[in-house]
């Protein structure tokens, strides 16, 4: 872990938030249509900012890792490696949540958006700034 590029991981955990932010924005009367709990949804509380950076942090820290781990070299490696986890995390589990919990197929589709640019992001620019 002593490898890690903490600036890397910092920035990432930024960009992420940001790029989150801005998607979630755009699909507000959308969410808002899908789910009481967006529709209801007012100012986000600071705590939330704070568990969100919290997670986009671990997220940064664990992608960061794992392109050490595995020599991942170059934006392509990182790109790769972001659609996979995409694939293999988030899509099967928001898959699941559709289909077991009756969540909104519509409302998988966007988290599962904003999880596909997260990692990107997140990959893109730990991979690439190390």
Do not use: C
């Not at 050490?68 to 790769?80: F, K």
């Amino acid at each position: 872990m002593s490898d890690l590029n903490v600036l890397a991981i910092l920035v990432a955990t930024g960009v992420a938030f940001v790029v989150s932010g801005a998607w979630y924005a755009g699909f507000g009367n959308q969410l808002a249509g899908l789910s009481a709990v967006y529709a209801e949804a007012g100012r986000m509380p600071a705590w939330t900012i704070v568990a969100e950076l919290g997670r986009n942090l671990v997220i940064a820290t664990v992608l960061a890792w794992l392109m050490e781990q595995i020599g991942s070299d170059g934006w392509t490696d990182a790109v790769v490696l972001g659609f996979v986890i995409w694939v293999g995390f988030p899509v099967t589990i928001l898959s699941g949540s559709a289909i077991h919990e009756k969540v909104p197929w519509q409302l998988a589709a966007i988290h599962a958006g904003d999880w596909l640019l997260k990692l990107l992001a997140i990959a893109l620019i730990v991979g690439l700034w190390r």
